[in-house]
């Protein structure tokens, strides 16, 4: 079982950077891939990226992809979330999620956060 935290968000302007981060719990955290999830107003939750158990491998919506980078470091128990080049349509409230498998849906992942708010003006 794993409790995750989110925190970094924050009001930005266009083309600046953010680096969110995931805090979970200890137990089994390396056991776990991590997925980074949003919601923008008026829109369903998108997949953002996803960081496999080992971090060894990486996948990312094509959206975000070349602007965002996915990493993680266990000792740490905590999944980062870098985000360069932002655009207003990045605005959303971005998740962390732990599941079990590599997966681009969100109904694979058993453990989400509450969730960090980026907004990003014109």
């Known amino acids: 079982q794993v409790q995750l935290v989110e925190s970094g968000g924050g009001l930005v302007q266009a083309g600046d950077s953010l680096r969110l981060s995931c805090a979970a719990s200890?137990?089994?955290?390396?056991?776990?891939?991590m997925g980074w999830f949003r919601r923008a107003p008026g829109k369903e939750r998108e997949f953002v990226g996803v960081?496999?158990?080992?971090?060894?491998?990486?996948y990312y919506a094509d959206s975000v992809k070349g602007r965002f980078t996915i990493s993680r470091d266990n000792a740490k128990n905590t999944v980062y979330l870098q985000t360069n080049s932002l655009k207003p349509e990045d605005t959303a409230v971005y998740y962390c999620a732990a599941g079990r498998f590599v997966s681009r849906s969100e109904s694979q992942y058993s453990y989400w956060g509450q969730g960090t708010q980026v907004t990003v003006s014109s």
């Open positions: 960081i496999s158990m080992s971090g060894g491998t990486t």
């Open positions: 200890g137990r089994a955290f390396s056991s776990y891939t």
